[in-house]
């Protein structure tokens, strides 16, 4: 079951001379002894009792005993995962319905990473666990894999641990630390995808090959089932449990938004026939596409955003009719759906504003789901499609800027049963005061006309005399969409606080192009050589803020984190007459390099191929890396990243902040954590630490004078 394509020798772009290349040696002598000289320089200037009360306010909400302890259903129990000051690497744990829901619910102990931790001397990051369904024992979970990274990046390693004895499995399933894809084909039986040695690994870093592991089998003797190409992103092979629907789906991820489904059949790979911009849904006897682009079939045109059914096996028969389930408008996208027993529920945005519907398998008429309130948001979602008594239970998480998260359950009513209306289940306290703030949303027009929506939470009654200190965030890619969420964090270190003044901070959020906020179509609009809306559109929300009296250069600060970097990367070399100070995190910036660093060549459909020198024309105009000049204008900048991110990587903020030092720019601070992978941490006394370091770098910029 081999899935591969060649690729055709081509030009080279010229790299440009590049006098930091000696920082790409992430763990090398002279590049962490720069990073300590740099971190103590930054540490020494933010410093100070502020510091330590704002890191302790943080601090305080991310430990709080108060939080939802959010948790998925296996069988009769709750699983949830817990960090807090006792447990700062955190705890594996479940507990029943009727205690959950409890004020004082009891937990059963299943792994304690800190205990793990001392014993073993390897400071692991928690990384997820799959549970065995329960078919393969006796009806009950008994095995589940536990994912484990030694310093929080990507790459981890994989064991077998025992629910029952609360132990791993002695001589049990164990695949070394690496990037890999691990899954479990029956109880004795993975599918695996590691990094195996040469060629076992894409030019993105991640599985080029998936391995059938036997228990007892040295990793080595495992038989290779399932290859793509060098060039492509990952190879999955993942088995299907649902009972009376078991198969393997074989998926070639192409590239970021491009992949070929299989099913192995016989020993052979039966490919759904359909392009590889289409995402394709398989559940039991049905499969569903969402289309990236326009897409015809049987003679239809279906819009990009769309959500189509059918029937699996006429569609493999070559029976191309689908029923639209979902068709966008101008106004309203698709962003998840969720199978309970007998239902799709579908979570919708309509201007950045959630809609729940739920359809009925068959015939595909959709119902609104009531209960969604205007500027939130509301995730909902199957709570165990398989459970014969609750199959058709729902989650629904809302959540807003000033309205702390609420998690209700309700049943949806199928095969002649009645429903159930959504009960609050738990309720987040409220970890600051927002009395007297509000929230709106407004709307900016970019450089060709475009509006794009933003979302502004602040003082009720604002005085519009553009002297109140403002925090504009984006992203702005991958079709991510940024929405209204509840940060105890955001609250405390911004809308709350207040300056000499009296004024309180202002938080925007710009739901520019890239995103994923109005579907396909908006994302594409910035991708390539188009990336440059994304920025303009981000640039736009910031002009809008100042032209309405909200805030001034002197008043406007802007952050990103990754991709978002990247954005506000753009906003320090191409606007820096907007923004008063700026925050870059785990940030892209080097777009000549990115495709050879860490995990860079996987967004060569985001960005575009740095190595053909037309693209290179396009991709130099948004590097920011390469758009630093001497003698520029620019707002302070403080550059904060992890060592040990094997995403991103922390070069390119050392390479970014190194050439503006060299410039002559001295208005320019750095900070790396030495752990913590692309979150940048590891715990929350590190997250609380970044985000107390970046809120008071920001505020203090913006009040220094």
Known sequence: MTETTGTADRPTAEQPHDEHLWLEDITGSAPLDWVAQQNARTLAMLEGPQLRRLEADVLEVMDSAERIPMVAKHGPHYYNFWRDAEHPRGVFRRTTWESWISEDPQWELLLDVDALAAEEGVEWVWGGARLLRPQYTGGVHRRMLVSLSPDGGDAKRVREFDLAEKRFVPGGFDVPTAKSSVTWADADTLHVGTDFGPGSMTTSSYPRTVRVLRRGQELAEAEQVFEVAEDHIQAVLVRDHTPGFVRDVAVDVVDFFSSRTHLVRGGRLVHIDVPDSVTVDLHRQWVLLRPQEELE????????GSLLAADLEAFLAGNRSVTAVFVPDGRTSLQSWSWTAERLVLNLLRDVSSVVRVAEPGPWTTSELPGAPALHSVDAYAVDDEDPEAGNDHWLVATGFLTPTTVSRGTLPAGGRPGAAPAVARTAPAFFDASGLHVEQHFAVSEDGTRVPYFQVGPAGLVLDGANPTLLSGYGGFEVSRTPA?????????????????????????????????????????????????????????ADLQARGVCSRETLACSGGSNGGLLVGNMLTRWPHLFGAVSCGVPLLDMRRYTRLSAGYSWIAEYGDPDDPEQWEFIRTFSPYHLLREGEDYPPVLFWTATSDDRVGPVQARKTAARMLDLGHEDVWFYEALEGGHAGAGDNKQAARLHALSHEFLWRMLHRG
Do not use: C, M, Q
């Open 297 to 304: 079939l049987a003679g239809a045109v279906h819009p990009a």
């Open 486 to 542: 509840y940060s105890g964090a955001l609250g405390r270190s911004w809308l709350t606080r207040t300056d000499e003044a009296g004024r309180s901070g202002v938080y925007v959020l710009a739901n520019i192009r890239g995103g994923g906020e109005y579907g396909p179509d908006w994302h594409r609009a910035a991708l390539r050589e188009n990336r440059h809306r994304a920025y303009e559109d981000f640039a736009a929300v910031a």
